[in-house]
């Protein structure tokens, strides 16, 4: 069966040629823009993702999907707490790196440590990064290079990738 997996794994020699080559092919770029090249501590066949996630979150974490601007709660939510990977739970952003951007997606100026991973995401008109969970490979969103001090990165989040888990006065971290 052609899993998406398979074809990630086959697609490994495809990859590494475009990379090279910066090949026009819109199909290779497709792939290439996916986080299929790396490998994850948590890796899941399409049917199993389907599982656990609602079709809103696999369509933004396993499509690349974007969430409509301002639909999700998370946007406007700045109660203090951690936000998590929707898919596996890891802790990718702390409430006090959140900002309003005003763009109608949940924004951050800084993961947490270990959090994410990024990638070239070249379209043809821009080329932005992408981001991901470093521990699934769920797609969450962009960053780019307009946002606030101290960092001066604006981690442009699908509310729809995220879990926010609120303080508690046990912090274990
Ligand atoms: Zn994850």
Redesign the pocket.
């Known amino acids: 069966m052609l899993t998406r997996r398979n074809f990630g794994l086959a697609g490994l020699g495809l990859v590494a040629a475009a990379a090279g080559l910066r090949t026009a092919s819109s199909h290779a770029n497709e792939e290439t823009m996916s986080t299929s090249t790396e490998t994850f501590e ?1 890796t899941k066949t399409p049917e199993e993702w389907r599982k656990i996630l609602t079709p809103e979150q696999y369509y933004v ?1 396993r499509e690349h999907g974007t969430e409509r601007a301002g639909s999700s709660p998370l946007d406007k939510n700045y109660a203090d707490g951690t936000y998590e ?6 802790p ?1 952003y702390s409430s006090e790196t959140k900002f309003n951007s005003g763009t109608g997606w949940p924004s951050f100026y800084k993961p947490l440590d270990n959090a994410i991973g990024t990638s070239v995401d070249k379209g043809f008109f821009t080329t932005r990064t992408e981001v991901h ?6 797609h969450l969103g962009h960053v780019f290079n307009d946002g606030p001090p101290p960092t001066g990165l604006r981690y442009c989040m699908n509310g729809v990738a995220l879990k926010f888990s609120p303080k508690t006065d046990k912090s274990t971290g």
């Open positions: 948590i974490l990977c929707a898919a596996c739970d890891l990718l969970c470093r521990r699934c490979g769920g």
